[in-house]
């Protein structure tokens, strides 16, 4: 079974802090991956994609990739109440965007 | 807008009762997909569709039926044989092309057996 592992929380980060999420896949093949922020009772949104090894930003969000350790991870810069939410992990092996997805990992950010 | 409109956002099911949820794309993706979320789980494959007129089962098929009659349209059908089909359920859609595999979801609908 192809497995995306993330730590599921919550995790606890005072307001203005960085919050850091890591994730696993034992999927070698893959070769896309993607950090989705979920609200609670809401679809997921994607918030960044990272495609190969390296960090990627976008705003206060910076993605990492490491192929050969397969491990990817997200920190979130200057953390608001806003960004209290679920963050899930995926990982694509294929072009079509068939996702495979980890539990997620709860942020709570504290005032 | 361009999106993915999932419909209803609630559903009810009696025992022993078919129900189809709808998903329609207005992004022209080739590729479609519906997912089954648990509370406090990730998401779960249930089909995918790459192609119109084409479909595979995906990690959790037993139970489902889909159809892809249309690029913009792909139902799914939660039919008697799901015991546990209580879930929220997500519609999602891709472009495919390679190096742009992004998904994108619809709204979801919450099914709910009574």
């Known amino acids: 079974q192809k497995e995306v592992e993330q730590n599921s929380g919550p995790l606890s980060v005072p307001e203005g802090a960085i919050a850091s999420l890591n994730c696993t896949y034992s999927?070698?093949?893959?070769?896309?991956f993607f950090w989705y922020r979920q609200y609670s009772g809401k679809s997921p949104e994607l918030i960044m994609s990272?495609?190969?090894?390296g960090d990627k930003e976008d705003g206060r969000f910076t993605a990492q990739l490491n192929k050969a350790s397969q491990y990817v991870s997200l920190l979130i810069r200057d953390s608001q109440p806003s960004d209290s939410a679920t963050y899930l992990c995926?990982?694509?092996?294929?072009?079509?965007?068939?996702?495979?997805f980890g539990a997620g990992t709860q942020v709570v950010v504290t005032p | 807008d361009g999106g993915i409109t999932q419909s209803p956002k609630y559903l009810f099911r009696k025992e022993g009762q078919n129900v189809t949820l709808s998903c329609e794309q207005n992004?022209?993706?080739?590729?479609m997909y519906w997912y089954r979320q648990d509370p406090g789980q990730g998401l779960r494959l249930i089909y995918y569709s790459q192609i119109v007129n084409d479909f595979q089962k995906g990690d959790i098929a037993e139970g489902y039926s889909v159809s892809r009659e249309k690029k913009e349209s792909f139902p799914l059908t939660v039919t008697s044989a799901q015991k546990n089909p209580t879930a929220f359920y997500l519609c999602?859609?891709?472009?495919?092309?390679?190096?742009?595999?992004?998904?994108?979801f619809g709204q979801g609908t919450r099914l709910t057996v009574v």
């Open positions: 990272i495609y190969s090894n």
């Open positions: 999602a859609s891709s472009s495919g092309d390679r190096g742009q595999t992004e998904a994108f």
């Open positions: 992004l022209n993706h080739d590729a």
């Open positions: 999927d070698r093949g893959s070769q896309s």
């Open positions: 995926a990982a694509s092996t294929g072009s079509w965007g068939k996702l495979q």
